[in-house]
């Protein structure tokens, strides 16, 4: 890191210069902003030697480079830094504070599901029924100081072996999303497609999870079997953002394809029918929810992806997206406190492909990113 305070005022308007003329060459959006923050920070060092306008900065007014003439103008016009804006203090007793102050409900069985399915759509219930598939609703909870570094958690800050790398992306490092110890869901069904222990730990490139998918670099996933020694991760620089730590709780459940899924489409090519089966999907998930709670938020392991587009995903995975499998989905969440989100209203997915699926290989997860 750069010791502006060490500069004096000659050294920090070169400083300045050099950034802005390498922010130029940045497409990436996270990359950018970081960029931008260092010569907001050369800006307010300059003005607070100064009571009026930085001499420094005024002197590049006459620049010969009309770039630079042009954004010292500018600067010398931006009002000192505000404090940061404040969210709005929802109540505790809000409606999207009640996952964090209560266990996960039970969810419809396969039977019950059947049973509901074939009263609404009577003639399409079987075709429908062959893609049923368990899933893991992920269900967050307050932030807990004694909860273990290997424990199953959104945000925060990583746990990882000793010597381990961070993921970096544009010379970003990338923020951590999630990790999940496997041991905490061993037994329930679909768990059988994951190892029985160890830790599965999600990262993603800034531009991805924010919704910049023309810049994006999509994520990185790592199993690490033993927990026993894990370690506090750092990143080579500090990262641009930390996301709300929130422990987590799951919820055994089962899970059919999108209303807006290819699958859905060919059994469902009337509008009518397909209204039906929206309705009975999103009754389907947040069964044993409050009235005033009508989704849990997205976020589960495996079953199938909810889609907020379509089922085009070319700008982030490799291959044709029906060789793919879900093995990760995130929305938005809360921790009882603090929000995270991705992009405006947005889902991350973690996908493996059917072979790496059977193989094993959670490091090949690739993240692709929704967002409305």
Same mark, same amino acid.
């Given at each position: 890191?750069?010791?502006?305070?060490?500069?004096?005022?000659?050294?920090?308007?070169?400083?300045?210069?050099?950034?802005?003329?390498?922010?130029?060459?940045?497409?990436?959006?996270?990359?950018?902003?970081?960029?931008?923050?260092? %010569?907001? /920070?050369?800006?307010?060092?300059?003005?607070?030697?100064?009571?009026?306008?930085?001499?420094?900065?005024?002197?590049?007014?006459?620049?010969?480079?009309?770039?630079?003439?042009?954004?010292?103008?500018?600067?010398?016009?931006?009002?000192?830094?505000?404090?940061?804006?404040?969210?709005?203090? !929802?109540?505790?007793?809000?409606?999207?504070?009640?996952?964090?102050?209560?266990?996960?409900?039970?969810?419809?069985?396969?039977?019950?599901?059947?049973?509901?399915?074939?009263?609404?759509?009577?003639?399409?219930?079987?075709?429908?029924?062959?893609?049923?598939?368990?899933?893991?609703? !992920?269900?967050?909870?307050?932030?807990?100081?004694?909860?273990?570094?290997?424990?199953?958690?959104?945000?925060?800050?990583?746990?990882?072996?000793?010597?381990?790398?961070?993921?970096?992306?544009?010379?970003?490092?990338?923020?951590?999303?999630?990790?999940?110890?496997?041991?905490?869901?061993?037994?329930?069904?679909?768990?059988?497609?994951?190892?029985? #222990?160890?830790? !599965?730990?999600?990262?993603?490139?800034?531009?991805?999870?924010?919704?910049?998918? !023309?810049?994006?670099?999509?994520?990185?996933?790592?199993?690490?079997?033993?927990?026993?020694?894990?370690?506090?991760?750092?990143?080579?620089?500090?990262?641009?953002?930390?996301?709300?730590?929130? @422990?987590?709780?799951?919820?055994?459940?089962?899970?059919?394809?999108?209303?807006?899924?290819?699958?859905?489409?060919?059994?469902?090519?009337?509008?009518?029918?397909?209204?039906?089966?929206?309705?009975?999907?999103? @009754?389907?998930?947040?069964?044993?929810?409050?009235?005033?709670?009508?989704? #849990?938020?997205?976020?589960?392991?495996?079953?199938?992806?909810?889609?907020?587009?379509?089922? &085009?995903?070319?700008? @982030?995975?490799?291959?044709?997206?029906?060789?793919? %499998?879900?093995?990760? /989905?995130?929305?938005?969440? #809360?921790?009882?406190?603090?929000?995270?989100?991705?992009?405006?209203?947005?889902?991350?997915?973690?996908?493996?492909?059917? &072979? &790496?699926?059977?193989?094993?290989?959670?490091?090949?997860? @690739?993240?692709?990113?929704?967002?409305?």
């Amino acid at each position: 890191m750069i010791d502006y305070e060490t500069m004096d005022d000659a050294a920090l308007a070169a400083a300045w210069i050099d950034n802005l003329k390498q922010q130029e060459k940045i497409e990436h959006v996270g990359a950018y902003n970081r960029h931008f923050r260092q %010569r907001s /920070q050369i800006l307010q060092m300059l003005r607070s030697r100064s009571a009026s306008s930085p001499a420094a900065l005024s002197g590049l007014l006459e620049h010969s480079d009309p770039a630079v003439a042009k954004a010292a103008a500018q600067a010398l016009k931006w009002p000192d830094s505000p404090p940061p804006a404040r969210m709005p203090q !929802l109540p505790p007793e809000h409606p999207v504070f009640w996952m964090t102050r209560n266990p996960p409900p039970p969810a419809l069985s396969a039977a019950e599901i059947a049973h509901r399915l074939s009263k609404v759509l009577p003639g399409q219930a079987d075709a429908l029924l062959r893609w049923l598939r368990p899933a893991i609703g !992920l269900w967050p909870q307050g932030e807990r100081p004694d909860a273990p570094a290997d424990g199953s958690r959104l945000g925060g800050m990583p746990y990882a072996p000793p010597g381990w790398s961070w993921p970096v992306a544009e010379g970003e490092p990338m923020l951590f999303i999630a990790q999940i110890n496997c041991a905490d869901v061993h037994g329930m069904p679909g768990a059988e497609a994951l190892p029985a #222990t160890g830790l !599965l730990s999600f990262f993603a490139d800034h531009d991805t999870a924010m919704g910049c998918l !023309l810049t994006g670099q999509g994520g990185a996933a790592y199993y690490w079997p033993d927990t026993d020694n894990l370690v506090p991760a750092e990143p080579p620089i500090e990262i641009l953002m930390r996301f709300a730590r929130a @422990e987590l709780l799951f919820r055994p459940m089962f899970d059919l394809p999108d209303p807006r899924s290819s699958i859905v489409s060919a059994i469902l090519p009337e509008r009518d029918q397909l209204g039906l089966y929206k309705c009975f999907r999103r @009754e389907m998930t947040a069964f044993g929810l409050p009235e005033e709670l009508s989704e #849990t938020g997205g976020s589960k392991l495996l079953g199938w992806p909810d889609l907020l587009q379509d089922e &085009d995903f070319c700008l @982030e995975l490799n291959e044709s997206f029906a060789v793919y %499998r879900l093995l990760l /989905q995130l929305g938005g969440y #809360t921790n009882g406190q603090d929000f995270a989100g991705w992009g405006p209203g947005g889902y991350l997915y973690y996908f493996l492909t059917d &072979d &790496d699926f059977a193989g094993q290989k959670w490091d090949a997860a @690739e993240l692709a990113m929704q967002c409305t």
